[in-house]
């Protein structure tokens, strides 16, 4: 998992408004975490966190998906400077299976992240 500060929204940055990234394979980590209060221990909630770590044909981090059980998904958000942008995506965690079919069934998948707007999608084409 990569953390990063995000860039805000609505400030322009010049000539690429939009970066794409082609996905040749993914690492996937899902978590279960729980919230415990002390004196006495007593567990008060638990979160499911999953990232989807994406890396390009030569294996290099170029993104991540991340999918969250919060009513409230994180902003996306990207680090680094062009080319070497690395993307994060978020979605609540009832898309994780529409998305990993995704990433399972279909060719020529890519990530992108419109810089301007921090609107993010995957797409897949055949």
């Known amino acids: ?72 998904v994180p902003t996306n958000g990207y680090s680094g400077s062009n080319p070497n942008y690395i993307v994060t995506i978020n979605f609540h965690i009832s898309k994780f299976n529409d998305i990993i079919n995704i990433l399972r069934n279909e060719k020529l998948i890519h990530i992108h992240l419109d810089l301007n707007t921090l609107d993010g999608s995957i797409t897949a084409r055949k």
């Open 1 to 72: 998992m990569v953390k990063q500060d995000n860039k805000t929204a609505g400030q322009p940055l010049g000539p690429l408004p939009v970066i794409e990234k082609e996905v040749d394979s993914y690492f996937i980590f899902y978590a279960s975490y729980y919230t415990v209060i002390s004196n006495p221990p007593k567990v008060e909630g638990s979160t499911s966190k999953v990232d989807i770590a994406l890396y390009d044909k030569n294996e290099n981090f170029i993104g991540q998906i991340g999918f969250y059980d919060s009513e409230v």
